[in-house]
């Protein structure tokens, strides 16, 4: 009986113990024991909370007018999730959701690509950016940036305004970054994806300013994470092949607006192809401990794009200033030493 007891006792505490580990390419579920949906999102850290953002990925009905490739074609919004640990997330809801009206810009059905959302300090809003594809339109016909606002970092956001920033040149995948100094960043893939634009936006961060830069020109770069670590700038990107998985690559810079340079795929080690089957979406600095970076990718199932995995591995910051990524079945913060 006794021995029943303490072998229960170690069960427990395993499973305590096995609760705080990320698990790449495992179902990641919520709270509620729903698979996470929230794909080529970025989180960010309010009042000692993680707010993750993203695209739910939708599993097209059965004889749906879509292609398989277009699961990204949302009829719901924006999810949020939050966690004060990281392992752990919480529903919060949807925090842009589409509209009923086809007549309304936010249309079920449109394409809401690679969302991301800063809290602004000059206004106290919250601001979401995201590669906007209108309702019944391809790609090619409607390369544009959304921009939406809120009062709280669950939203509900509302639409702002839809545009192609940098006299009128094409939105595809992209990101925000917000510097020390309180300056916000849109970087995107323009060009017909042949060089990444990045352009410092408006103080109120609504609007892009009128600095900008072409970068990594002629590289066909896209889905860009970017994160500063001891006044360098560093942006992993992947390379142009859809929903296919494609090695990435790093460049680093002195500062966001560039120049940008070209340093090497920062996947290494066993299965380290192909970003280990992942595109990149984010890099996660982890609160309160300077140097912790984890990298947010998805792993794309084209044939069930809702059961797409999440896959989370921690940035390696090596002496000489290079990252290295490598594979791991589990891990957890305390890597970040
Ligand atoms: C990928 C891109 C995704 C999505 C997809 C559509 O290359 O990173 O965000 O646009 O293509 O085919």
């Not at 992947?238 to 990435?248: D, E, I, K, V, Y």
Request: hydrophobic share 40%; proline share 6%.
């Amino acid at each position: 009986m006794g021995f029943c007891v303490a072998l229960a006792v170690v069960f427990f505490f395993s499973l305590l113990a096995g609760a705080g580990e990320f698990r790449p390419g495992e179902v990641w579920c919520d709270l509620d024991g729903r698979p996470i949906n929230a794909h080529a999102g970025g989180v960010i850290f309010e009042g000692g909370r993680y707010y993750w953002h993203g695209q739910p990925m939708t599993a097209l009905p059965a004889g749906s007018k879509y292609p398989p490739s277009a699961g990204n074609l949302t009829e719901v919004g924006v999810n949020c999730y939050s966690s004060t640990n990281l392992y752990d997330w919480r529903y919060e809801g949807v925090a842009l959701a589409v509209s009923e009206n086809p007549a309304d810009d936010l249309y079920k059905g449109l394409r809401i690509e690679r969302p991301k959302v800063l809290r602004c300090p000059r206004t106290g809003k919250y601001v979401m950016w995201f590669h906007y594809v209108r309702s019944g339109k391809t790609h090619a016909e409607s390369y544009e940036a959304a921009v939406c606002v809120a009062d709280r970092v669950t939203g509900p956001f509302r639409l702002v305004k839809i545009f192609r920033p940098n006299g009128g040149q094409m939105v595809r995948d992209c990101t925000l970054f917000q510097d020390d100094d309180g300056a916000a960043y849109f970087f995107y893939a323009s060009e017909n994806n042949k060089t990444l634009h990045v352009v410092r936006l408006t103080d109120d961060y609504l609007d892009a300013s009128d600095r900008w830069e072409r970068i990594l020109v002629g590289d066909l770069r896209e889905a860009p994470a970017v994160f500063k670590y001891r006044s360098r700038y560093y942006m992993i990107t992947s390379g142009c092949t859809g929903w296919r998985h494609n090695p990435a690559s790093y460049a680093v810079a002195d500062h966001p607006l560039g120049p940008w340079k070209k340093v090497a795929d920062p996947c290494v080690g066993p299965n380290a192809t192909n970003t280990f089957d992942t595109q990149g979406t984010f890099v996660l600095p982890v609160h309160g401990r300077p140097g912790a970076f984890i990298f947010m990718a998805d792993r794309w199932n084209t044939t069930n794009m809702a059961g797409s995995a999440h896959i989370w591995l921690p940035i390696q910051l090596n002496q000489d200033s290079s990252i290295e990524l490598r594979w791991t079945n589990r891990w957890d913060l305390s890597v970040f030493k």
